[in-house]
């Protein structure tokens, strides 16, 4: 039961963090002179900040098994997203852009994981 509550807490965590990064980037994009060529890469990178956060918050209170919790907890919050997207777009849309994002969240999972249980 505490396994699933620190999940919860994590994901949390993640969806939180990602709405607000969101929030910021648009406010950034909406009143400055910054390419709008950069949007992505903004995007990106929250995504890894927030799954990263959400992996060590997990992991530090796991206190083992790092790279699969890491990995576990943000496979979870892509597939959340993922369906997120889908039900706003009314298509379910398999691009290279999920593949990234997926990439970039089980990467930042595992190093989360790691250092969330070695720290």
Known sequence: METLKNYIISILSFIISIVIFLIIISVI???????????????????????FLSSFLLCKKMKKKGIVHGICV????VLIIFAVSC???????ITNT?????????LTGIVGGILGVNV
């Open 29 to 51: 994009f909406a009143y400055t002179n910054i390419n709008d060529q950069y949007i992505d890469s903004a995007i990106f990178l929250s995504m890894a900040i927030s799954a």
């Open 74 to 77: 943000n496979a979870i919050c």
């Open 87 to 93: 039900i706003l777009n009314g298509k379910v849309n």
């Open 98 to 106: 999920l593949g990234v994002y997926i990439g970039i969240c089980g």
